[in-house]
């Protein structure tokens, strides 16, 4: 007679940082991330690292919004330096709005604006 043992092990989950410029493959590799098994996967936390595609502000509020929308605020988030470095040594403009920084102030309200007659672009 053959006894046979079947021991299940159970690991802990593997931990993960996630960092990201919240571009738009990032933003669904964090989705992706936020629906894995919490047995298997952790996310830690996410830092965030502006370059030419987006900046510190816009990046970190669509991270938070999304992670409470998911119902993760609990996951850490922090932020790096601002600003991509182009040639000329500055970053001039915000993709998340597809318009020149120097027009629009950050956490602008878009329907606020586009609502009124000020919304133009300018050369």
Do not use: C
């Amino acid at each position: 007679i053959f006894g046979v043992s079947l021991n299940i092990v159970e690991g802990k989950p593997s931990r993960i940082l996630l960092d990201t410029d919240v571009d738009t493959d990032d933003f669904f590799a964090l989705l992706y991330l936020l629906k894995l098994n919490r047995s298997e996967f952790k996310l830690e936390g996410v830092t965030v690292n502006a370059n030419a595609w987006t900046n510190a502000g816009h990046a970190v509020n669509q991270i938070y919004d999304l992670l409470y929308m998911m119902g993760r605020d609990d996951i850490a988030v922090g932020v790096g330096g601002e600003g991509g470095i182009l040639p000329n040594g500055r970053l001039d403009v915000d993709t998340n709005l597809g318009i020149r920084k120097a027009f629009l102030p950050q956490n602008l309200d878009i329907a606020a604006l586009i609502a009124t007659s000020d919304f133009m672009l300018k050369e």
